[in-house]
C-alpha cells in the first residue's frame, strides 16, 4: 500500500476560482475585499507567511495593506494604531501577525480585533461559535482548522462517526479542530504532549492529525497499516535546512492510505481559508449596511 499524496494544489485551485467569482461579485457593488496584516518588527519568518497572504489576496483579486510597526512600539500606541484599523470601514479583515514583541504579550491579541474583521477566526465570539456546534464554514472560524475540513470534504474522506486523533492542542490549532470535527460528528481524541502511551491511540485512528510540533516524531510504529490510516500533517518545521512535517513522510507513506505533503499540504489550505474568511466578512459588512 502507498498513501495518496493529498496535496492542497487541486482544493486551493478550486476555492480560488470560488472566491475570485465572489470578489468579482463584490466589485460590482461597488466594494473592493481588504485585508490588513499589522506586522510588529522584522521576523524573517513572518515576513515569508505575509508574501503567501498577499500573493493570494492579490490573486483573488482583493487589496493587500501591511501595517508595519516599529519592534519597540509601546502597547499604548499599539492600541490606538488597532482602534484605527477596527474603525477603517475600507477594511473588511485585519489580522496580528504572530509573534510580536515582548512588551505587546500580555495583551489580549485574540480579541483585539473588532468580530466581524477577526479573519483569523480567534476572537472569543467567534470561537463562541464552535462551541455552540456550527457547521456553517462560511463563518469566521480559524483558519487551519477549516482547511483541513476542506481538504477532507474535498478528497471525500468521511468525517461522520470517525475516530480522529489529534496530537497537539493549541488554541490555533488542536482545541478549535477538535470542536469543528466534533461539530461534523466525529469521535475526537485530543492527546498531547503529556499523552501516555500515544501509539495506542495513534493505531486505533481513521484519521491522525499531527500538531505536535516536533520534525518527524511520527514514523511508521505509530500506525497500523490494516486501520488504511488518514494522516494531516499539521507540522511546520525546519530539518536540515528543509521545511518539514511532523510526520516522517518517507517512513510513513507505506503504511497508511492518505497522507498530507509538507509542504504543499495544509499551509496553503490556512492561507486560502484566510482569504475566504475575508470574502465572508466583506460579504457580511455589506449585508450589515444595506
Known sequence: MTAKILSAAPVVDKIKKE????CNDLKRRGVTPSMCVVLVGDNPASLSYIKNKKRMCEEVGAKFHL???????????????????NSDPDIHGIIIQLPVSSQLKTLNLANLIEPSKDIDGFHG???????SGTKDLSELLPCTPKGIVNLLKFYDIEIEGKNIVISGRSLIVGKP?????????????????????????TKGADIVIAAIGKAH??????????????VIDVGMNTLHGKLTGDVNFEDVKEVVSGITP??????PMTVVSLIENLISATEKHIKGNT
Open 217 to 230: 516524531y511520527f514514523d511508521r510504529t505509530f500506525f497500523d497499516p490494516s486501520k488504511k490510516t488518514i
Open 67 to 85: 501595517e508595519h510597526l516599529p519592534q519597540d512600539i509601546s502597547a499604548e500606541l499599539f492600541l490606538s494604531r488597532i482602534q484605527v484599523l
Open 125 to 131: 465570539l467567534n470561537t463562541q461559535k464552535l462551541y
Open 19 to 22: 472566491l475570485i467569482n465572489k
Open 262 to 267: 509538507v509542504p504543499g499540504g495544509v499551509g
Open 177 to 201: 479542530l477538535s470542536m469543528l470535527l466534533s461539530n461534523f460528528d466525529a469521535t475526537i481524541t485530543l492527546t498531547h504532549s503529556q499523552t501516555k502511551n500515544l501509539k495506542d491511540f
